[in-house]
């Protein structure tokens, strides 16, 4: 959670300064004189200078009405606060939608991601409050908004207790000047007015680069029962406008507001992205064989392996001995790779000529049936195993054409620094140093990784990160030759 705050830090100052230039840009002048790139990404079939929901005259209170939405989304994302465990007092005046802490404290629970609760998409469903929208409320003043969010209509709606002053002058920012007609872009039934085949240029603008060609690069959700882009867009496109619009509370995800993209462009990418598949492209195999109580949200063991006691080289003990990758290495190769010598080594073998067993051996190893002490059926479930299966079948490789057995890599850093820079930076820095994977006396960052352990680094780049929504590499669409070009960039990067 601290690495995420480190992000959305940096982020908010990157958010803030953004805002700036633009209301600095549309001040005096009818259209910024040098919009920044990404206005670029405007298709060209929309009226130049739409977007006007937010208005460029000088607020009576300022602040940051983008970080406003991010606020209404999860509020406690944005600010470093512990999420509620309690229920927001208002809760209990309504008994139609059952969930309970948390949730209850969100702006968009109780006021619809369309924002006209009652009267809008909550109007029935299992989010159903019968709660008011706050749309009709953008024609109040900022200041009388930052009124309501104290509590001046009712002491139960009071927000100053779990937010500062300036989060609540972004909340009343965001609601007076940055609301939208939702009903201009899509239709009751979900469908959306906007061109996809419009929508596609601006998604392949900034979308790709993380959410990949095909919107499953992430997974919102589990393994079992993947979420997507083209899963979102389609069952809740309120959400995917509002998301689109503001970003991601704690992730570096751009703003459609920051970006200058105009209301048509916003529903254009919804067209498009409601024509993206739901089908997974890789199997979250690789996530389980690097750390899979961390993906499937169990606890980490805490004894040993039953079978770590049959080797002795390998000193680490608990939850490590547990690590498909500790035994098996991150080359696939076991004793006859990486892990043949050095603190690792156990001596077992890899898993990479495993491709060609059938998918009833392939469980069976890992059901116990070929060696009891090899069951993982006893923590895992059997959507989490298939996914196994599929990943050791089709999606292990033999990385030594790339990686070389002196950890040097063949690759071209230039090629890679292009990838590098449009995908990992937003999240790892332009260095690599923004999350340090270490601590402060020993850090550990991107650069350290490529340079120490450039196997590891080949299997997370293509696979993600256990647990958190770094984008798989081969659902961006990428070659092993491209990663093997991002391993060689970030080499160059500094190690500490
Ligand atoms: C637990 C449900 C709940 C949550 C969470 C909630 N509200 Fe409300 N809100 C209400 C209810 C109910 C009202 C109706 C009037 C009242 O009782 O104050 C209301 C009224 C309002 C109004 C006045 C609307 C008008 O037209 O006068 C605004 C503005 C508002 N809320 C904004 C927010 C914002 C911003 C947040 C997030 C910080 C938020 N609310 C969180 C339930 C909620
Ligand atoms: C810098 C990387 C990045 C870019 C670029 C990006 N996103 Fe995201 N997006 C994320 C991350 C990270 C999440 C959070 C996933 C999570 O929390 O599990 C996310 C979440 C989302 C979600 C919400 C998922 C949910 O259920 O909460 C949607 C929808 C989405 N992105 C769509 C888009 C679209 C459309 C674009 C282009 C306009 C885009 N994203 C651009 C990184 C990015
Ligand atoms: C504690 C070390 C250890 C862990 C953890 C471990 N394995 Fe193994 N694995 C072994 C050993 C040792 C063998 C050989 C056992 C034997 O011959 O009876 C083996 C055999 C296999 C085989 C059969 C390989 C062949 O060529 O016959 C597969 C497949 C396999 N493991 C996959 C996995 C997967 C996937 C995971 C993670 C869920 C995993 N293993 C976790 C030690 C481990
Ligand atoms: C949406 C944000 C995001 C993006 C984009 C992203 N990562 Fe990550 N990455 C993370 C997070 C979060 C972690 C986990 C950090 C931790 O555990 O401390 C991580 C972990 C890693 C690790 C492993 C650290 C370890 O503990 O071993 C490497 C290596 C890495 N990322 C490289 C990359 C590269 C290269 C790219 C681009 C191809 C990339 N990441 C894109 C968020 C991201």
């Known amino acids: 959670m601290k690495k995420h705050m480190t992000i959305l830090v940096i982020m ?18 009818t259209a910024p004189t040098a919009p920044p790139p990404a206005a670029e990404a405007a298709a060209p079939t929309s009226p130049p200078a739409e ?37 927001q007092p208002l809760w209990q005046t309504q008994t139609t939608n059952t969930r309970a802490g948390a949730d209850t404290w969100r702006c968009k629970e109780c006021h619809g991601w369309d924002y006209k609760g009652v009267d809008g998409a909550y109007g029935s469903g299992s989010h159903m409050t019968g709660f008011p929208g ?12 930052l009124a309501i969010l104290r509590g001046s209509t009712n002491p139960d709606h009071d927000f100053s207790k779990v937010m500062g002053e300036q989060d609540l002058a972004d909340l009343a ?34 979308c790709i680069n993380c959410h990949g060609p095909e919107g499953n690069a992430i997974n919102f959700a589990s393994i079992e029962e ?19 619009r503001f970003g991601q509370p704690g992730w570096p995800m751009p703003s459609a ?31 389980l064989y690097d750390k899979w ?20 080289t390998n000193t680490l003990t608990g939850a490590d001995t547990w690590r498909c990758k500790e035994c098996h290495g991150w080359d696939y190769k076991g004793v006859d790779g990486a892990y043949g010598s050095g603190s690792h080594m156990t001596g077992f073998k890899g898993v990479l000529s495993a491709a060609s067993m059938s998918a009833e051996e392939l469980t069976a190893w890992l059901t116990g049936q070929k060696n009891p002490d090899h069951d993982f059926s006893k923590v895992m479930g059997e959507a989490y195993l298939k996914a196994l299966v599929t990943f050791m079948q089709q999606e292990t490789m033999d990385v030594s054409a790339h990686i070389n057995a002196d950890k040097t890599v063949n690759g071209d850093p230039a090629r890679g620094k292009i990838k590098f ?26 650069g350290t990784i490529a340079a120490d352990n450039p196997w590891e680094f080949f299997h997370k780049v293509s696979f993600g990160h256990p647990g958190e929504p770094m984008p798989a590499g081969r659902a961006l669409g990428w070659s092993p030759e491209d990663i093997a070009n991002i391993l060689a960039f970030a080499q160059t990067l500094p190690t500490k």
């Open 134 to 145: 706050i749309y009709a409320a953008k024609d109040k003043p900022a200041a009388e908004l």
């Open 226 to 244: 993947p979420e997507f882009v083209g899963h979102l867009a389609a069952d809740n496109p309120w959400e995917f406008i509002h998301k689109v």
């Open 293 to 312: 109580w961390a993906v499937i949200g169990a606890d980490e063991p805490t004894t040993d392996q039953p079978l770590w006691q049959t080797q002795t």
């Open 51 to 87: 977007a006007p929901t937010v208005t460029t005259t000088v607020p009576e209170l300022a602040g940051d009405p983008v970080r406003g939405g991010l606020l209404y989304d999860e509020w406690w994302g944005v600010i470093e606060a512990d999420e509620p465990t309690t229920d």
């Open 12 to 29: 908010i100052g990157a958010l803030l300064v953004l805002v700036g230039l633009i209301t600095l840009g549309c001040a005096g002048t």
């Open 421 to 446: 820079n449009g995908t990992c930076a937003a999240c790892h820095g332009l260095d690599g140093q923004k999350i340090n994977f270490g601590d402060a006396s020993e850090p550990e960052y991107v």
């Open 257 to 287: 507001i920051t970006n200058e993209w105009t209301q048509q462009d916003v529903a254009n990418s919804l067209a498009y992205a409601q024509s993206l598949p739901t089908e997974p492209m890789v199997s979250g195999g690789g996530l």
């Open 173 to 206: 920012l965001f609601m007076s000047q940055a609301q939208l007609d939702d009903t201009e872009l899509v239709n009751t039934d979900k469908t959306v007015k906007g061109d996809a085949a419009a929508g596609k240029s601006q998604y392949e603008k900034v």
